[in-house]
């Protein structure tokens, strides 16, 4: 059984959930720099956008019952290649391999994202511990 994982209800899109955790997997659609309330935040800073992200990501991990130290895989959609040293340090930062394994990665310039002041998107898929609790439907 699938349940949907949601931040707030100004980041929820009519048809789609920001996650979904299926038993021990979640499987998070991509983030973009909203905040809970759906604001943009770093407008034309790609570092802040990517740290937003991260939070996005964290919070939503915490509500299915993990963590951001559970994510296994990172798919990264940029707006440009300039865009890319930003998330990496931020990316770095988040997942320190002195802390933990690196999640697997794959970053894609894209010839555009949704709304244009998004400079980047990030999908993510976790491995939740087997003892987390189960999220109500």
């Given at each position: 059984m699938a349940t949907a994982i949601n931040q707030?209800?100004?980041?929820?899109?009519?048809?789609?959930?920001?996650?979904?955790r299926?038993?021990?997997?979640l499987f998070l659609a991509g983030q973009v720099a909203l905040d809970e309330q759906g604001n943009l935040i770093g407008e034309g800073d790609p570092r802040?956008?990517?740290?937003?992200?991260?939070a996005n990501i964290?919070?939503?991990?915490?509500?299915?019952g993990g963590s951001i130290r559970d994510v296994v895989r990172l798919t990264c959609y940029l707006s440009d290649r300039s865009v890319y040293p930003a998330y990496a340090q931020v990316k770095a930062?988040?997942?320190?391999?002195?802390?933990r394994t690196?999640?697997?990665g794959t970053a894609v310039v894209v010839t555009e994202l949704l709304d244009s002041r998004f400079?980047?998107?990030v999908e993510a898929t976790l491995v939740l511990s087997t003892n987390s609790a189960e999220v109500p439907a």
């Open positions: 707030s209800l100004a980041l929820t899109f009519p048809a789609m959930s920001q996650g979904v299926a038993g021990n997997l802040r956008q990517a740290q937003q992200i991260f964290e919070a939503l991990a915490g509500l299915a930062s988040v997942f320190s391999p002195d802390v690196p999640p697997a400079l980047l998107e």
